[in-house]
């Protein structure tokens, strides 16, 4: 057993005077690395709090459930200016769509490396709260064997082999019950160019959803980018493609056997037949909700991107998913939020991919793809 799942009275908190005394070390740090015009893609050098915050809520049962990934662009100064007051009307938006019935249930978040990011959760409404890998959090998870090729040369003007100065920047926010959780890191030299600054890696939530018997495993993950690592494509995919590595063993620890389950996240597939493929046959047991949606059940709402001939390649968010022999999940809704009428993303960088799926009690094996 490599990874331990820790229940919400397991968590600790991490000291705050020695936070501070990291993040400051690790601001002053960040802000050298601009001034010499080496650092491009700069994240917050704070550290996530991991521990989770419990209220209680209503019971009630359901037979949909609605999750939403989306990549913030929480970056601090000097990488980005006036972040927070994005964040602020992100946090903003939710509630209202909560209020209208139209919120997410489960909300997955990327790059959310600002203070800020958790009062997304705080004030959506959102009751159970945890974050992703610290920065001083040590990979305990087996490397992929590709990392060897990675490890023996470091290009260290572009953020490789000089530490973790970033968190995970990963969240998962639930008006339900997490029941367990985990998290953990990718290896040390399982990353490629300026993503090795941040602890990349991927957090895990069982959630206790009402009226269904099973809990439904969720998990979160922002995989090492192409273009914005700064290194050759091929060097790029390779940690694209350990990470995956390592990706893959996590949810096969955590959720083996028959447990219903949802990847959401930032993949980095968009254009990259290359990727997509690797991770398809890597993730065999779990389907593309784009390529389900846009595929194989016309019923089921497709972004507006998807009028491209291959909807699961003109966009970095993703979900996968994975019914189990006592539950089906079936996206029945798929769609971009927190975009304009043209489809472009308004307060990041980034659409957030929100999916609503139909949960009932299996009546046969609904695995449709990629296998």
């Not at 709260?129 to 590709?146: E, F, H, K, M, Y």
Request: proline share 5%.
């Amino acid at each position: 057993m490599f990874w331990s799942i820790r229940s919400p009275a397991a968590s600790a908190r991490s000291n705050s005077q020695d936070d501070m005394i990291r993040r400051g070390r690790r601001q002053l740090l960040l802000a050298a690395l601009i001034a010499i015009g080496i650092f491009i893609e700069a994240r917050d050098a704070s550290i996530a709090e991991n521990d989770p915050v419990w209220i209680s809520v209503p019971d009630r049962s359901v037979s949909q459930l609605r999750v939403m990934t989306y990549n913030v662009e929480g970056l601090p100064w000097p990488a980005r200016f006036g972040r927070d007051r994005a964040i602020d009307k992100i946090a903003e938006r939710l509630r209202q769509m909560n209020r209208d019935g139209l919120g997410p249930d489960i909300l997955v978040i990327q790059e959310g490396f600002i203070d800020e990011v958790r009062k997304i959760g705080e004030d959506g409404e959102y009751p159970y709260i945890i974050a992703g890998p610290r920065a001083d959090l040590t990979a305990w998870t087996p490397q992929s064997p590709l990392t060897q090729k990675l490890a023996g040369h470091q290009q260290w003007l572009k953020g490789e082999g000089v530490g973790k100065f970033l968190d995970s920047g990963l969240w998962i926010f639930s008006k339900f019950p997490i029941v367990a959780m985990a998290s953990a890191p990718y290896g040390a030299q399982s990353c490629a160019g300026f993503d090795c600054l941040a602890n990349k890696g991927v957090v895990f939530a069982r959630i206790s959803v009402p009226g269904i018997e099973v809990p439904i495993d969720i998990y979160s993950t922002h995989l090492n980018s192409r273009t914005s690592s700064r290194v050759s494509q091929e060097r790029a995919n390779l940690a694209h493609h350990a990470q995956v590595d390592e990706l893959s063993a996590f949810i096969a620890n955590m959720s083996g056997g028959d447990r219903p389950l949802i990847l959401a996240g930032d993949i980095n597939v968009r254009h990259s037949s290359e990727r997509f493929t690797y991770l398809a046959r890597r993730l065999s047991g779990l389907n593309f909700v784009d390529v389900y949606c846009g595929v194989i059940q016309i019923a089921c709402r497709t972004p507006a991107s998807a009028d491209a001939g291959k909807p699961w390649l003109v966009t970095q968010d993703h979900q996968l998913y994975r019914s189990a022999r006592m539950v089906d999940l079936i996206p029945i809704d798929n769609r971009d939020v927190f975009s304009d009428q043209d489809g472009r993303p308004t307060l990041s960088d980034h659409k957030a991919n929100l999916v609503t799926y139909s949960i009932r009690k299996a009546s046969a094996v609904h695995n449709t793809l990629m296998n």
